[in-house]
């Protein structure tokens, strides 16, 4: 079910919500948290409704999308409830916003937070350069950026250092988590020598891959280079070199090992909802995350 509500305010919204809930028998008892998207506009929106909706069978939410309109045309709220088969697991409330309205996200945004349930905020692109100073980000426990989209990803996920606090993540590293546990299993393997150096390559506008070297430089303490080329990971020890290879829109990927036959392994790229999915499971401070962007600092760019 959709509900339109044109010129409307967050009153007569929240009125809505407790009718649709006792004529249709829409609950939010069950709720784990509030997701809270922030996009650039209503064209935007769709995408990310749909990853939140997709992330919300594993994470039942409500989500509240705040489109940003024209912050220099007449103040006006249009809102839109999703209920039902239309929302998956959560129930979405979409909120477009223009005028004065955009330069206050918080204050729509709160009417509609789920009482002792916590909050998490997405901007799916153009993050605050400091999320956690944001009025929206003020409200979460959890905010999760994406520099995959930004204008210059890897000055984006760079910028992710000095703005980094406890309740930070991006959706850059969630997209290698499977390359980090296959890395992670080729080295617990014999021998077991140090790693002397890591060569990482891949497209240089893919931020994802400038967390893994920081997440290696942290890791293994020792020298790791960043190049421009193929999809590669190549880790050298003293008598035995391992890489793992992926064609760049492939979904298949190569392990190779001194002296043993290629391995083959499915590591297709990871969608934004199993993205999104992943990041709602901890609502906890991500550690190893904040090691891997101060590992960024020791990487060696080629």
Known sequence: MIVDMPATDTRSVAKRLVKLRESNGVITTGRVLTL?????????????????????????????VLARGDRFAETKLDAQIRVGGDAGAAEV???????????????????????????????????????????????????????TFAPDPQEAIRKRVTSYAPGNTDLAWSRITYWRALLAAALDEPPYEAVESVTV???????????????LAARLNCPVRRRTGELRVELHRPTVSIAIARP?????????????????FAL???????????????????????????????????
């Open 36 to 64: 809270v998207v922030c996009t650039l506009d209503s064209s935007e929106a769709e995408d990310a409704i749909d990853a939140a909706n997709d992330a919300s069978r594993e994470h039942p939410c409500r989500v509240i």
């Open 93 to 147: 409330i979409v909120l477009r916003l223009q005028g004065d309205l955009v330069n206050h996200e918080s204050s729509v945004v709160i009417p509609f937070l789920l009482p002792d349930t916590p909050v998490v905020a997405w901007w799916p692109r153009g993050a605050p350069e400091f999320p956690s100073k944001d009025s929206v980000g003020r409200l979460a426990i959890r905010r999760i950026t994406d520099a």
């Open 201 to 215: 390559s891949g497209l240089k506008e893919e931020p994802a891959l400038d967390v893994l070297a920081g997440w």
């Open 248 to 264: 760049q829109t492939g979904r298949t990927a190569t392990l190779s090992r001194t002296g043993e036959p290629d391995q083959r």
């Open 268 to 302: 297709a790229r990871r969608e934004t909802k199993d993205c999104l999915a992943e990041e709602l499971r901890r609502l906890d401070d991500d550690e190893i995350y904040a090691e891997a962007l101060s590992g960024i600092e020791k990487v060696t760019y080629e």
